[in-house]
């Protein structure tokens, strides 16, 4: 099947387009392409049918980079069979009389490559952008300025792919193409692919290479390689890194104070690493959630109990604390010892400075308060969580109720129950019968009996016998009372 003319401007006609190129597609684990390899027939004559239809007969033979996207975009790539020929179609339409690729065409085919692992035909496809640049080049006065866009997409990808050096050859070739110097970015993308398969020495002369070519660092660019320099236990260097940074005016941020407080736990030294942590609120960088996990993970993890206290304390006077800190681990370590106490007062301080607990922590709190017989702090602690509509779990509250209970504080613990449940926690058939065992046990005949028939509506009884074994106790622990002896 021959393909027909395409009409030349003028309207005469022309000879007819060159073949498409069908050789067979790259083999891949990696991509989710079709694996069906076309033969000159019938396949051959499907493809161009397909292709006749949707491309060159809605636009009378007038192929232009916009037709062609639309193409490619819309009908060829969700075609089952054909989608992984859009390269070998880009190709074909390069051929064609009076058309050109622009940056929209080479956007698209760049991104679809590198999308699907083909990074053999990405590279020809680069070659190919080299020598043929995009039209609104301005006839080769200025370079388009969507060219950096296009081969920082193809950087990105060859480094993802861990294929460095045609990262770089990439990054050459834009470089040659594009007017100034390239963005900051791309040197990062480089720069941090070369430090995350290990190749830190690299990763330094590129940032050599990228301060010679006069491109200014950003922080990003500095956070990379503080960090390559930590990673690769040259910690010296990374604090003169640090010092560079500030010399070039470039303000650290919070990722930066946080390599580096890591940096000094790592080395053991607990004592800069706070320092620098001071240093930071000094300089009005905010704390995140991963400052706070450093400094009081790090310190309790070599038994520095004390002093990771004191310190989220003063940060939580000093406001920096974050709010969605969660101190549970602290909490959770002090429990553990068997230092309840002095966890108990840590959340009352923070408390009172904004920074509230979550339940888990008050949880665990309460477990460790109630492994002390701490039970009327326990209690407060309780009370004082659904005060803030802090709600525990179902079994931590009947283990507190539980223990009010054999205390003789039943009706303390009633009305533990009515709070809970006004703030939403509602009571299961193991409260009822702690709190009506309780009454039992003190000889509370009129309360208890209330807690049955609320048990009997909520449907916590099943049947009459269950009914009357719960009546029949209150009058079992009536009778069971003595009446006192007089002194004659």
């Known amino acids: 099947m021959k393909l027909p003319p395409i009409l030349r401007p003028n309207k005469s006609p022309s000879p007819p387009p060159p073949p498409i190129p069908l050789p067979k597609p790259p083999a891949t684990t990696l991509s989710p392409l079709p694996t069906v390899t076309l033969t000159p027939t019938p396949h051959h004559s499907h493809l161009l049918h397909f292709l006749q239809t949707h491309l060159l007969a809605p636009h009378k033979n007038q192929v232009t980079p916009s037709t062609l996207l639309h193409f490619l975009k819309s009908k060829l790539h969700h075609h089952p069979q054909f989608t992984h020929y859009d390269f070998q179609i880009f190709t074909w339409a390069s051929t064609l009389d009076s058309f050109r690729h622009d940056h929209s065409t080479y956007l698209f085919m760049v991104r679809s490559l590198a999308s699907s692992y083909r990074f053999s035909d990405l590279n020809s496809l680069l070659a190919f952008i080299y020598s043929n640049p995009c039209p609104c080049s301005n006839d080769g006065i200025f370079s388009c300025p969507e060219l950096e866009s296009i081969f920082h997409f193809a950087v990105n990808a060859y480094i993802k792919a861990r294929k460095l050096d045609d990262g770089v050859t990439a990054f050459d070739i834009m470089k040659k193409l594009i007017d100034g110097r390239p963005c900051v970015s791309v040197y990062n993308v480089l720069i941090n692919g070369f430090v995350k398969c290990g190749e830190y020495d690299k990763a330094m002369a590129f940032y050599d290479r990228m301060v010679k070519d006069r491109v200014k660092p950003d922080v990003v660019t500095f956070n990379i390689l503080i960090s390559s320099y930590c990673k690769s236990k040259r910690?010296?260097?990374?604090?003169?890194?640090?010092?560079?940074?500030?010399?070039?005016?470039?303000?650290?941020?919070?990722?930066?104070?946080?390599?580096?407080?890591?940096?000094?736990?790592?080395?053991?030294?607990?004592?800069?690493?706070?320092?620098?942590?001071?240093?930071?609120?000094?300089?009005?960088?905010?704390?995140?959630?991963?400052?706070?996990?450093?400094?009081?993970?790090?310190?309790?993890?070599?038994?520095?109990?004390?002093?990771?206290?004191?310190?989220?304390?003063?940060?939580?006077?000093?406001?920096?604390?974050?709010?969605?800190?969660?101190?549970?681990?602290?909490?959770?370590?002090?429990?553990?010892?068997?230092?309840?106490?002095?966890?108990?007062?840590?959340?009352?301080?923070?408390?009172?400075?904004?920074?509230?607990?979550?339940?888990?922590?008050?949880?665990?709190?309460?477990?460790?308060?109630?492994?002390?017989?701490?039970?009327?702090?326990?209690?407060?602690?309780?009370?004082?969580?659904?005060?803030?509509?802090?709600?525990?779990?179902?079994?931590?509250?009947?283990?507190l109720l539980k223990d009010l209970c054999d205390v003789g504080r039943t009706v303390d613990a009633n009305r533990l129950r009515l709070l809970a449940s006004s703030k939403g926690l509602d009571p299961d058939g193991m409260t009822y019968h702690i709190l009506v065992s309780g009454y039992t046990g003190e000889n509370r005949r009129k309360e208890g009996e209330v807690l049955v028939n609320e048990m009997l509506d909520e449907g916590f009884i099943p049947d009459l016998a269950t009914y009357n074994r719960y009546m029949d106790g209150f009058s079992d622990a009536r009778k069971s009372i003595r009446p006192k002896r007089e002194c004659h």
């Open 235 to 399: 910690f010296d260097l990374a604090l003169g890194l640090f010092k560079e940074m500030r010399e070039k005016e470039c303000s650290p941020n919070v990722v930066s104070f946080n390599t580096l407080i890591g940096g000094f736990f790592r080395e053991r030294k607990y004592e800069d690493g706070i320092k620098m942590a001071y240093e930071m609120i000094e300089f009005g960088c905010e704390f995140s959630y991963a400052t706070c996990e450093i400094l009081v993970d790090g310190l309790c993890r070599v038994g520095r109990d004390s002093e990771a206290c004191e310190l989220v304390i003063d940060f939580s006077r000093r406001g920096v604390l974050p709010k969605e800190f969660d101190y549970f681990g602290l909490v959770e370590m002090l429990c553990g010892k068997g230092n309840a106490g002095r966890a108990l007062e840590v959340v009352d301080q923070l408390w009172e400075n904004g920074n509230l607990p979550s339940v888990i922590a008050c949880t665990t709190l309460i477990e460790g308060l109630r492994r002390l017989r701490k039970v009327e702090e326990a209690l407060r602690l309780m009370e004082r969580m659904l005060g803030e509509s802090i709600v525990p779990d179902s079994v931590t509250f009947n283990c």
